[in-house]
Every structure is written in structure tokens, then in C-alpha cells.
């Protein structure tokens, strides 16, 4: 029976769970985005605005991928519900915050699944999540990037801070 | 292995051909395609949770469970469900 599941499907089985809840988080970090995004339309933030609807796209294309992943190894890749969205914010610096620590908490659950494979000798799994780790790295500094300047620029108008923020 | 080729138990999953497999729960057999069997896998483990065991202890302290795409409608009380995982994480384990 085993020789029959392998001979179906590459990936382990435990890593393939990860990997589904994994799809979750970068799918409701896309839902995330895009609530900051509306924000920042609605109060024409245009730098932020660009900004948060390219990582909006972007986390779902890192969720496909996954997808795509998951039921190319013979797996079973699930669509996620997606939970409440908080379309609330204080402020433009709070939401930047909130994208930091969004973005650490899907670096930590990427290093899970990375981890899970490595310990199940998944080796393709292992592999392809390398480009997540690398990809995270790049993500977080972004952010960071943006919330030095504001450090950087604290007690100026909210407009003036937005016109030098990347766009992606 | 072998020794136990003889023993036939209450739920058991087999490979019958290549692409199908076969589910015996108690007298009812049903033919399931790997997907299906995926997807049994990915139900049975939500309805193990904690949370939902709990849930099902409460309420009717059954389930009922529809396989291979809904073409069959099984009755499954808490140890059957139990097993039915257990076989299933067996099916799956090491491979």
C-alpha cells in the first residue's frame, strides 16, 4: 500500500497540510493587503496605495504557486476559507506595522513547512520552498525599509511621507 | 506483513488497481479513486479535530459521511471514525 501512495503522489503528507494552511495565510495576507489598500485609496495615499495592491497580487501569486505546487507533487491542494479581514486603521504608520508583523508571521510559518520537509526527507518540497525563504527575507526589508522612513521623516504631513515611500 | 494477509478487519483500504483503491467498511466496499482518497483523508482528519470530536460527542455522536464524491453515505460512530483515520494515516505513513 505504501509503494502504491508513492508511486501516486511525491509529497509527504504532513508537509502537504502545511502547505495548505500555508496557502491560507498567504491568502488572507492578500485580503490583508487589499484592506490597506482601500484605505490608503480612499485618503489618496497614492505611493502606499500602489504599494499595498502590488502585495496584494503578490501574496495570492505566492499562494498559487503553492497551489500549483501541492497538486503537481499529486497532492490534494485546498481552497481556503478566507477568515475576517480587519478593514480598520489608525493610521498609515500603524499599517505599515501591522504589514511587518503579517509578514513575519508568514516568514515563521514558510520556516514550519521548510522544516517539516527537511525532517520527512521531502527533498522537492524542501527545494521549492528555498525561494520563499529568500523571497520572505526580501519582503520584511521592504517593510522595514518603510518604516524607517518614517522615523525618519516623524512629525511631517502623512502626504509628504507617502510621496517617498516605494511603490513596490 | 504476511501473517496478516489473512486477517480481515472492520475497515481496511487496499490498492485494487492501479489508479483504485478499495474501502471495506464493515460489509459495504467502495472503489475510490486516489483524489477520493485524498479528499476522505482531509475530511476525516477535520472531523477528528479536538474541537469537532468534541462537537460530535455532544450533539448526535455520529457522523455521517459521504465518499468518493458522494456516491456512497457511510454511518460512522466515534471508534469507527477513529479507525477509519488510523487506517488512512496508515495508508499514508513512510512511503
Redesign the interface.
Known amino acids: 500500500?505504501?509503494?502504491?501512495?508513492?508511486?501516486?503522489?511525491t509529497i509527504n503528507?504532513e508537509v502537504m497540510?502545511l502547505l495548505n494552511e500555508q496557502i491560507a495565510l498567504e491568502m488572507h495576507a492578500s485580503a490583508s493587503y487589499l484592506a490597506m489598500a482601500s484605505w490608503c485609496d480612499q485618503r489618496e495615499l497614492v505611493n502606499s496605495k500602489a504599494f499595498f495592491y502590488k502585495q496584494a497580487e503578490e501574496e495570492r501569486a505566492h499562494g498559487m504557486k503553492i497551489f500549483n505546487f501541492v497538486n503537481d507533487a499529486?497532492?490534494?491542494a485546498?481552497s481556503p476559507a478566507i477568515p475576517e479581514v480587519n478593514n480598520e486603521f489608525e493610521g498609515l504608520r500603524e499599517i505599515f506595522e501591522t504589514s511587518l508583523d503579517q509578514e513575519i508571521q508568514v516568514t515563521q510559518a514558510i520556516y514550519k513547512c521548510f522544516k517539516a520537509a527537511r525532517n520527512a526527507d521531502d527533498f522537492a518540497s524542501e527545494v521549492f520552498l528555498q525561494w520563499f525563504v529568500n523571497e520572505q527575507v526580501e519582503e520584511e526589508d521592504t517593510v522595514r525599509s518603510i518604516i524607517d522612513i518614517f522615523d525618519l521623516m516623524e512629525g511631517m504631513p502623512l502626504k509628504m511621507i507617502d510621496e517617498r515611500l516605494p511603490t513596490a | 506483513m504476511e501473517i496478516l494477509s489473512d486477517v480481515t478487519f472492520n475497515i481496511q483500504?487496499?490498492?485494487h488497481t492501479?489508479?483504485n483503491?478499495q474501502l471495506k467498511i464493515d460489509e459495504k466496499v467502495m472503489t475510490l479513486t486516489?483524489?477520493q482518497v485524498?479528499?476522505l483523508?482531509?475530511k476525516v482528519?477535520l472531523l477528528t479535530s479536538a474541537e469537532n470530536l468534541e462537537n460530535i460527542i455532544e450533539n448526535e455522536n455520529f457522523v455521517l459521511l459521504f465518499i468518493a464524491d458522494r456516491k456512497h453515505l457511510v454511518f460512522l460512530e466515534i471508534p469507527k471514525l477513529l479507525d477509519l483515520k488510523e487506517e488512512l494515516a496508515?495508508?499514508?505513513?513512510?512511503?
Request: one cysteine or more.
Open positions: 500500500m505504501k509503494t502504491a501512495i508513492r508511486r501516486q503522489m503528507t497540510d499529486g497532492g490534494a485546498l | 483500504l487496499k490498492k492501479f489508479c483503491y486516489f483524489p485524498l479528499q483523508r482531509n482528519n496508515y495508508c499514508f505513513s513512510d512511503f
